[in-house]
């Protein structure tokens, strides 16, 4: 029989066609994987077995008896934690539990942006922010970083110069602490700086904050969010990093008046319950031990991996030792095509991501 053939009924604009998963590579440095042996399995199991025990029941409703913005406890243990690390002071109100930060990604873009708009961005950044802008068809705007993150002159330029020619930029995007891919954390006086510009051009922050409980020495600035005197920062963050991504909970913070017009955009009628639940019976009372245990073990691959490279490649690999985080970013010498190198090594059974991904 001839198979059915899909392809001309197709929607138009799609994304090319998925490849078929092989398996990760034999040495996978790409995707943000956490450590396996740092997922505290055990205490996942107790917490799980309590919370069904106590409140299985309530399973039978859709978002359980805490509404469409994900399960309560949780939501409580983040505004709680927020305050604590980020100086974020926000109810549980304020909090919108969504599957994995990606999901905070596209509510945050479907409630600002249409094709042709323009966005600001740190000129390197995730790949997954990158898509979607590339995507829906908007003009995102690079600013170059240094060894303090996003380099405000050039954000201040870049900012005028959309002024110049009639544009409003929808949002500035950042990832201030622990950036991807380089790893800088921007400084509490570029933080006030990017705030004053934001302010005075009428263009709001979107603060991408995953990374922030993954320093090695703990300190961290204040959130942007906190920082903000007139509300008009989102931020969102996400536990894949530090506990586990396959359990897809992220969390986005904002304003009534923004949060209530991403909320009817999140179609799927609330994110799986079961590690909502699992996340706000563990962490209360285990995250923040947890945390600082999964650090020592990042910071001791990072270091394997620093010397492997210092070894094998010597001057020809440049890094920074970041100050936190699951990623190094390498700079090979100018000759060196990343987009060849890539394949050769995955040949060799090593994933890397190279630059211009
Ligand atoms: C900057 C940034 N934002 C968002 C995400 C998405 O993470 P998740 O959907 O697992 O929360 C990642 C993942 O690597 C990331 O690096």
Same mark, same amino acid.
């Given at each position: 029989? !001839? $198979?059915?053939?899909?392809?001309?009924? =197709?929607? &138009?604009? /799609?994304?090319?066609?998925?490849?078929?998963?092989?398996?990760?590579?034999?040495?996978?440095?790409?995707?943000?994987?956490?450590?396996?042996?740092?997922?505290?399995?055990?205490?996942?199991?107790?917490?799980?077995?309590?919370? =069904?025990?106590?409140?299985?029941?309530? =399973?039978?409703?859709?978002?359980? #008896?805490?509404?469409?913005?994900?399960?309560?406890? @949780?939501?409580?243990? /983040?505004?709680?934690?927020?305050?604590?690390?980020?100086?974020?002071?926000?109810?549980? +109100?304020?909090?919108?539990?969504?599957?994995?930060?990606?999901?905070?990604?596209?509510?945050?873009?479907?409630?600002?942006?249409?094709?042709?708009?323009?966005?600001?961005?740190?000129?390197?950044?995730?790949?997954?922010?990158?898509?979607?802008?590339?995507?829906?068809?908007?003009?995102?705007?690079?600013? &170059? /970083?240094?060894?303090?993150?996003?380099?405000? +002159?050039? @954000?201040?330029?870049?900012?005028?110069?959309?002024?110049?020619? *009639?544009?409003?930029?929808?949002?500035?995007? !950042?990832?201030?602490?622990?950036?991807?891919?380089?790893? !800088?954390?921007?400084?509490?006086?570029?933080?006030?700086?990017?705030?004053?510009?934001?302010?005075?051009?009428?263009?709001?922050?979107?603060?991408?904050?995953?990374?922030?409980?993954?320093?090695?020495?703990?300190?961290?600035? $204040?959130?942007?969010?906190?920082?903000?005197?007139? *509300?008009?920062?989102?931020?969102?963050?996400?536990?894949?990093?530090?506990?586990?991504?396959?359990?897809?909970?992220?969390?986005?913070?904002?304003?009534?008046?923004? @949060?209530?017009?991403?909320? $009817?955009?999140?179609? +799927?009628?609330?994110?799986?319950?079961?590690?909502?639940?699992?996340?706000?019976?563990?962490? &209360?009372?285990?995250?923040?031990?947890?945390?600082?245990?999964?650090?020592?073990?990042?910071?001791?691959? =990072?270091?394997?991996?620093? #010397?492997?490279?210092?070894?094998?490649?010597?001057?020809?690999?440049?890094?920074? +030792?970041?100050?936190? %985080?699951?990623?190094?970013?390498?700079?090979?010498?100018?000759?060196?095509? !990343?987009?060849?190198?890539?394949?050769?090594? @995955?040949?060799? %059974?090593?994933?890397?991501?190279?630059?211009?991904?």
């Amino acid at each position: 029989m !001839t $198979p059915f053939d899909f392809a001309p009924l =197709l929607a &138009p604009g /799609l994304p090319a066609a998925a490849a078929k998963w092989n398996g990760l590579a034999q040495y996978s440095f790409v995707g943000g994987n956490n450590d396996p042996d740092h997922v505290p399995v055990d205490r996942l199991i107790a917490a799980m077995t309590a919370v =069904l025990q106590r409140e299985g029941t309530t =399973l039978a409703t859709y978002g359980l #008896d805490s509404g469409p913005q994900g399960y309560r406890p @949780l939501r409580e243990f /983040l505004a709680a934690k927020l305050r604590r690390t980020a100086g974020i002071v926000c109810t549980a +109100d304020e909090i919108l539990i969504v599957s994995g930060s990606l999901q905070a990604l596209d509510l945050v873009n479907g409630a600002l942006l249409a094709r042709g708009d323009s966005i600001i961005t740190e000129a390197e950044t995730y790949q997954g922010s990158l898509n979607r802008w590339a995507r829906l068809g908007v003009n995102a705007v690079g600013i &170059p /970083l240094d060894r303090d993150g996003m380099r405000m +002159d050039a @954000l201040a330029s870049a900012l005028d110069d959309l002024k110049a020619r *009639g544009v409003r930029a929808k949002y500035i995007y !950042t990832v201030p602490t622990v950036q991807n891919p380089t790893g !800088t954390i921007l400084t509490e006086a570029r933080r006030h700086e990017m705030l004053r510009l934001a302010g005075q051009h009428g263009v709001p922050i979107f603060e991408d904050d995953c990374y922030s409980d993954l320093i090695w020495d703990g300190k961290r600035p $204040p959130a942007l969010y906190s920082m903000s005197q007139d *509300g008009g920062v989102i931020h969102i963050g996400s536990f894949s990093k530090s506990i586990a991504p396959a359990l897809r909970v992220g969390y986005i913070v904002a304003p009534w008046p923004i @949060l209530s017009r991403m909320l $009817p955009l999140k179609t +799927d009628a609330g994110s799986g319950a079961l590690e909502q639940m699992v996340l706000g019976e563990y962490c &209360p009372q285990h995250f923040d031990a947890h945390v600082p245990e999964l650090n020592r073990g990042l910071r001791k691959k =990072l270091e394997t991996l620093m #010397d492997a490279l210092n070894e094998q490649f010597g001057t020809a690999a440049e890094f920074d +030792d970041p100050k936190g %985080g699951i990623f190094l970013w390498v700079k090979l010498p100018d000759v060196v095509d !990343t987009m060849k190198l890539y394949k050769s090594a @995955l040949a060799a %059974g090593v994933a890397i991501n190279p630059g211009p991904e």
